[in-house]
Each structure stands twice: as structure tokens, then as C-alpha cells.
């Protein structure tokens, strides 16, 4: 009842009568008068006023089921949804709940983690209330090997939304990295499950440095927060609902070709390290070129001192930039 009266409130923008609301949804007036309580509690400031009606003034950034569900509008994502207070990490809840029948399209949502991943088994800083921390569940007939591409998609559509709802500049390092002012405020981490020819799941996992005051001291050179760069808060809910209508947009766009092909150019705009010298980190080698940007399979090229152009891989490889993060 809370999250469809919040919805109603959202969609009103106006007054409306508590005697309306109990017709719309046939409930007692007192259902109404025990949701709208439990919403101001949360920290939803809903005006009463007598012969009038409730009239929802302000939202707080809070991300809750209710809150999600009445801010998404997409049209596939987030259907299903789960949302937690507290979590391990969201990738790994999105994995068991894939496992056992979860649909694509699935989100799963959390306030906290509390072992966040990033790639190679390496932590996510995850603090409480003030970061996103979502996976989204996917599961599609593709080849697993364009599946690393997603990773992409996925910048691409976190990169626009976060420029559309904070008016900044944020660039994607390639491969799964948004910074701005040359600091990351996220980071994307792909896992799939998949036989040769066949993929059982994807999981794209998106970890936001929204509204983060600080950052521990050995983050702080490479760190920053969407606050902290623009001085000012954003809601958490409506740049998650941003990030996933943009992605099914591209989403959509990437399965037609099954490559980045039509994305490139755009792609590379956004290309933090385009046109500069970097060092590419694999392994077992080291190297420096200048990034050229991205092929048509999600590939970094780069053009090597000897002039040989190298088309890296994302896997197992990080980039920076030659004094520094980038
Ligand atoms: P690289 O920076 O080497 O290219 P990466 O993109 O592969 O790294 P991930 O594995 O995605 O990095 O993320 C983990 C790393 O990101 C950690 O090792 C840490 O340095 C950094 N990190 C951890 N938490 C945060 C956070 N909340 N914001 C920004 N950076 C973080």
C-alpha cells in the first residue's frame, strides 16, 4: 500500500483527498493514514490539510523498495526488483538469485555492502546511505565472448546519466571506470556464468560514489563523490532510474549488432584517456602508447611507440595515464 500511495503522491503533484486515495486502492482511510505515517517517518515531508488532502512537498534521497519502485520508469528493468538495507554485495545476491529463476531484467538494490567486490577479487569501499551499490541481471542468447562488451554499455549509459542529472562532465575510463576531475566516482563489475556456446547469466554490478562525504585515506588521491565534485546532493533513486532507461536504450542498440559498432563514436567522446599517452598494465608486461579509443568489439587501441597498433583486451588489464590515475 505505501509504495502505491507514494507513487500516486509522486504522480499527483498536487493535493489529493484522502477519501480519493481510499477509492482508488478500496482501503480504509485508516490504511492511508497508517502508509502516509510510515512514509513521513522515513523522511517524506507529506502535507495534511484539512478539505484538501496530502500533497507530498519533499523527498529525501533515500533509496528503499517504495521509494525505487515509485521512480522507476522503465521499461523492462527493475520489474523485478529486490532491495536491502544491509548486504554482502549486490553481485553476489544478484548471482544466487539468477541461479534460482530470477528474470532478466532483475535489480537488486542495496543501502550498504559490506564486502563490496571490484575486479580481481578486490574490495569496493561501500559506506552507508550516501553510495548506489545495484546489480542488474541479465540473461540473453549472445556468444559469450562479446559478453565482456556489456561492461561498456554499461559505462556508457552510467556516463550520460550522471552528465544529465548533475550537469557535469564525467568521463568513462575504459574499460569500467567513471571519473571526474580525474577521480573515479564508479566502478562496474561484469560476471557471467556460462557454458562454451551459452549463457546462463550476466550480472553487471554498478558501484556510485553519489553523495559520499570522504573517502579512507589510501582512496582519497583516486576517490571522489558526485557531492563532493558538485557540491551538491543528488537523489540516489532517480539517477539509478536515469542509468537503467539509458541502458536499455543502448542495451538495446549493442543487441541488434552484437558489437559496440553503432556506440563507437559516441563511445570514445566519453573516452577519458582518447588522443593521451597511457600505460597499459597486463599481467606479466608492461607498456606505454597513446589510446586511440575503442574498435567495434570493445577493444582499447593502441598505438605503440614502434607505431603498431595493439587492441587490448579488458580482462586482465588496467590502464593509467602517464603521471598518474589517468
Ligand atoms: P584500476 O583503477 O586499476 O583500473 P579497476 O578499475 O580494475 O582498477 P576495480 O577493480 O573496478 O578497479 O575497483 C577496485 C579498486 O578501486 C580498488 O582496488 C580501489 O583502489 C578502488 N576503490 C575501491 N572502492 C572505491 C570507491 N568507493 N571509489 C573509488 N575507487 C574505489
Known amino acids: 500500500m505505501k509504495t502505491q500511495i507514494l507513487t500516486l503522491l509522486k504522480e499527483a503533484d498536487t493535493y489529493i483527498s484522502g477519501q480519493d486515495i481510499c477509492t482508488h486502492f478500496g482501503v480504509s482511510r485508516t490504511a492511508v493514514w497508517k502508509a502516509i505515517n510510515q512514509l513521513k517517518k522515513e523522511g517524506y515531508v507529506i502535507e495534511a490539510v484539512p478539505n484538501k488532502g496530502y500533497y507530498l512537498k519533499t523527498s529525501p534521497d533515500i533509496i528503499s523498495?517504495?521509494?525505487?519502485?515509485?521512480?522507476?520508469?522503465?521499461?523492462?528493468i527493475g520489474e523485478e526488483l529486490y532491495f536491502y538495507e544491509e548486504i554482502d554485495s549486490t553481485n553476489t545476491k544478484?548471482?544466487?538469485l539468477a541461479e534460482t529463476g530470477a528474470t532478466s531484467g532483475t535489480l537488486v538494490v542495496s543501502n550498504m555492502q559490506t564486502a563490496g567486490k571490484g575486479r580481481r577479487g578486490r574490495q569496493w569501499e561501500s559506506p552507508s546511505e550516501t553510495g548506489i551499490f545495484m546489480t542488474l541481471i541479465l540473461k540473453?542468447?549472445?556468444?559469450?565472448?562479446?559478453?565482456?562488451m556489456l561492461?561498456?554499455?554499461?559505462?556508457?549509459?552510467?556516463?550520460?546519466?550522471?552528465?544529465?542529472?548533475?550537469?557535469?562532465?564525467?568521463?568513462?575510463k575504459w574499460p569500467n571506470d567513471i571519473v571526474l576531475n580525474k577521480k573515479k566516482i564508479c566502478g562496474i563489475l561484469t560476471e557471467m556464468s556460462a557454458e562454451m556456446d551459452y549463457i546462463n547469466h550476466i550480472v553487471i554490478g554498478i558501484g556510485i560514489?553519489?553523495?559520499?562525504?570522504?573517502?579512507?585515506?589510501?582512496?582519497?588521491?583516486?576517490?571522489?563523490?558526485?557531492?563532493?565534485?558538485?557540491?551538491?546532493?543528488?537523489?540516489?533513486?532517480?539517477?539509478i532510474n536515469r542509468i537503467m532507461v539509458h541502458f536499455e536504450h543502448e542495451?538495446?542498440?549493442?543487441?541488434?549488432?552484437?558489437?559496440?559498432?553503432?556506440?563507437?563514436?559516441?563511445?570514445?567522446?566519453?573516452?577519458?584517456?582518447?588522443?593521451?599517452?597511457?600505460?597499459?598494465?597486463?599481467?606479466?608486461n608492461q607498456y606505454q602508447g597513446i589510446a586511440l579509443g575503442i574498435d567495434e568489439i570493445g577493444k582499447l587501441?593502441?598505438?605503440k611507440e614502434d607505431g603498431k597498433i595493439e587492441a587490448v583486451y579488458a580482462g586482465e588489464v588496467s590502464v593509467r595515464g602517464i603521471y598518474g590515475y589517468i
Not at 546519466?161 to 548533475?166: K, L, R, S, Y
Not at 582519497?220 to 563532493?228: C, E, G, N, V, W
Open 65 to 76: 523498495y517504495s521509494e525505487m519502485k515509485s521512480v522507476l520508469n522503465t521499461k523492462w
Open 94 to 96: 544478484a548471482k544466487q
Open 140 to 148: 540473453l542468447d549472445m556468444n559469450p565472448s562479446k559478453a565482456s
Open 151 to 172: 561492461t561498456l554499455v554499461m559505462a556508457l549509459a552510467v556516463v550520460k546519466a550522471c552528465n544529465e542529472v548533475t550537469k557535469s562532465t564525467c568521463y568513462i
Open 209 to 239: 560514489n553519489a553523495n559520499v562525504d570522504s573517502f579512507p585515506e589510501e582512496l582519497k588521491d583516486k576517490a571522489t563523490s558526485l557531492k563532493i565534485e558538485n557540491g551538491k546532493e543528488v537523489k540516489r533513486a532517480m539517477l
Open 251 to 284: 542495451y538495446e542498440i549493442f543487441m541488434h549488432n552484437e558489437s559496440m559498432k553503432a556506440q563507437i563514436d559516441e563511445y570514445n567522446e566519453f573516452l577519458i584517456n582518447k588522443d593521451k599517452e597511457v600505460t597499459i598494465i597486463e599481467p606479466s
Open 301 to 303: 587501441l593502441v598505438k
